[in-house]
């Protein structure tokens, strides 16, 4: 368990694509994933993924847009962003070290979290 640290956010033209990074200072295992908030709007699952297991699920408003991956080596959680629209402007934010439930397809007790970066799409 560590901190995380996220980078990669910015500004982009609708149908651009940005790549974010979360970076751990200590260990990331478990469920992990990413998340968004808009002003005034709830924080919303965008992707999680469970490696060992094999297991991915994205939110519906994303997918076949939006990739999650990981490199082990560098502690270094992804999210490749292509086609991006004006509503996927958000602060994502990155967590790991929690647990997959198998019910739902979810992170869930998830230990570390970041502090965000801010993804503004502009038409």
């Known amino acids: 368990q560590g901190d995380l640290v996220e980078s990669g956010g910015g500004s982009v033209q609708a149908g651009g694509s940005l790549r974010l990074s979360c970076v751990a200072s200590g260990q990331m295992f478990g469920c992990m994933g990413w998340f968004r908030q808009g002003p005034g709007k709830q924080l919303e699952e965008v992707a999680v993924?469970?490696?060992?297991?094999?297991?991915?699920t994205y939110a519906e408003s994303v997918k076949g847009r939006f990739t999650i991956s990981k490199d082990s080596a560098k502690s270094t959680l992804y999210l490749q962003m292509d086609d991006l629209k004006t509503e996927d402007t958000s602060r994502y934010t990155c967590?790991?070290?929690?647990?997959?439930?198998?019910?739902?397809?979810?992170?869930?007790?998830?230990?570390?979290w970041g502090q965000g970066t801010q993804v503004t799409v502009s038409s």
């Open positions: 993924a469970h490696f060992e297991l094999g297991l991915t």
């Open positions: 967590a790991a070290n929690g647990e997959w439930d198998p019910t739902d397809g979810h992170c869930v007790s998830l230990r570390s």
